[in-house]
Nanobody, 127 residues
Framework: QVQLAESGGGLVQAGDSLKLACAAA????????MGWFRQAPGKEREFVAA????????QYSTSVKGRFTISRDNAKNTVYLQMNSLKPKDTAAYYC????????????????????WGQGTQVLVSS
């Protein structure tokens, strides 16, 4: 069992930066891929970024590539999402997720690759 807790959301202005954190407890964090997804009001949950348990493998959605950076600190059981140049369209609830053990890196963009989910943290970007 893995418990995930996101933090760092808030209200910012367009162009600002924000760093989200997701702390994991109770499981094999370092052996799991980790992902960030988001869901805006009235829209489906969408993939944002993922990081493999292997070194140096990350994926990003086209909408955030070049602006967001995912990273992990296995010593702290924490995954981060650094968000720069925020836009109003980035407004959403952001969720972190931990993949099934053995999940392939190529599938980390898909929600079905994830076994555990956090409760989410809200990000609101004003124009």
């Amino acid at each position: 069992q893995v418990q995930l807790a996101e933090s760092g959301g808030g209200l910012v202005q367009a162009g600002d930066s924000l760093k989200l954190a997701c702390a994991a407890a109770g499981g094999t964090f370092s052996s799991r891929g980790m992902g960030w997804f988001r869901q805006a009001p009235g829209k489906e949950r969408e993939f944002v970024a993922a990081i493999s348990w292997r070194p140096n493998y990350t994926q990003y959605s086209t909408s955030v590539k070049g602006r967001f950076t995912i990273s992990r600190d296995n010593a702290k059981n924490t995954v981060y999402l650094q968000m720069n140049s925020l836009k109003p369209k980035d407004t959403a609830a952001y969720y972190c997720a931990a993949s099934f053990l053995g999940a392939g890196d190529g599938g980390l963009y898909h929600p079905g690759a994830y076994e555990y989910w956090g409760q989410g943290t809200q990000v609101l970007v004003s124009s």
